[in-house]
């Protein structure tokens, strides 16, 4: 007859598959994963990408018009730049950045967050970041899943020189159609058209004007 492993030997045994276990958790558990942008080989959105790339960096006052389609109302926004000093005012909110200090205030009634609240202006389907980095991501994605020839055209828009491109993209029922996208030679965000809003360049300046709080 078989003999039976003593008691202790078993413990050991199943303290060690459990302290294996555990190991092994920790070793294959869930890891941090890097996002990859979307690969863009087309020319005409490539150079929209391109003067979007240097909005951050670049010293400007804009004046903007964003309409949302679902209301049609159109909402005045003002974008000042100089260095790491931004202020982003889009309706009655207020988005200020100086390099080390954020806030995030209501106009009329000085409420005011330490941090950059994107909540404020959600209504508009946009960030504070619309006019240089939001809509870049945007028009990566886009530039992407295109499923035809994308067209590049070269505009005025409030009398300055811009790259403008229209991608076919899938039709959904929330998203379907041409969009497009322009960026002033100078950098920012230019002209933005699609089916969840419609954002317009009303005037540009190479100066930074009223950057203070």
């Known amino acids: ?4 492993a003593p008691r202790h030997a078993v413990r050991a045994t199943v303290a060690g598959i459990t302290a294996l276990g555990t190991l092994t958790g920790c070793i294959t558990g869930e890891r941090p994963t890097l996002i990859d942008r979307p690969s ?14 240097t909005s951050s960096t670049t010293e400007f006052t804009a004046t903007y018009e964003i309409t ?3 209301t049609g109302q159109p909402t005045p926004a003002t974008v000042v730049q100089s260095g790491t000093r931004r202020r982003v005012s889009i309706g009655d909110v207020d988005f200020i950045s100086d390099g080390t200090m954020t806030r995030t205030c209501i106009r009329d009634d000085g409420d005011c967050v330490d941090f950059l609240d994107d909540a404020r202006v959600s209504d508009l389907n946009i960030t504070h970041r619309f006019w240089g980095d939001a809509f870049r991501a945007r028009l990566e994605l886009d530039a992407s899943r295109r499923i035809g020839f994308s067209e590049a055209s070269d505009q005025l828009i409030a009398g300055h020189p811009a790259a403008c491109v ?3 993209i899938p039709s959904t029922s929330q998203l ?15 002209r933005y058209i699609g089916a969840d809003v419609r954002i317009e360049l009303v005037e540009f300046s190479a100066t930074a004007d009223g950057i203070d709080p």
Not at 1 to 4: A, D, F, G, V
């Open 1 to 4: 007859m078989p003999r039976r």
């Open 40 to 53: 863009v080989d087309d020319p005409a959105a490539r150079a929209v990408l391109d003067r979007l790339d």
């Open 68 to 70: 949302p389609t679902l």
């Open 166 to 168: 229209d991608i076919p």
């Open 176 to 190: 379907s159609g041409t969009v497009q996208y322009c960026a002033l030679d100078a950098g920012p965000l230019a």
